[in-house]
């Protein structure tokens, strides 16, 4: 299994469709799936999406970290 490190949305990138997750347990990913990769915070590494298939992993999937320190 990869691990890919989620990119950074910047302002204007995502359209307006697009929905954000977010994660209330920073131990829980918010997506579980029977993908290839775990898909972590671009901050701190922290999972938030696991076992996700990437092309499900677009730009419309946007998750907020719970992590303390995220970002
Ligand atoms: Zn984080």
């Known amino acids: 299994m990869a691990r890919v490190v989620m990119r ?9 469709d697009g929905g954000t997750a977010v994660q209330e347990d920073p131990d829980r990913p918010v997506f579980h799936g029977n993908g290839p990769d775990d898909f972590v915070c671009a ?3 922290n999972v938030l999406a696991a ?3 990437a092309g499900y992993m677009t730009y419309r999937v946007r998750v907020r970290c719970a992590a303390a320190a995220g970002r």
């Open 43 to 45: 901050g701190c590494g």
């Open 8 to 16: 950074e949305v910047r302002p204007g990138e995502v359209p307006k």
């Open 51 to 53: 076992a996700m298939d």
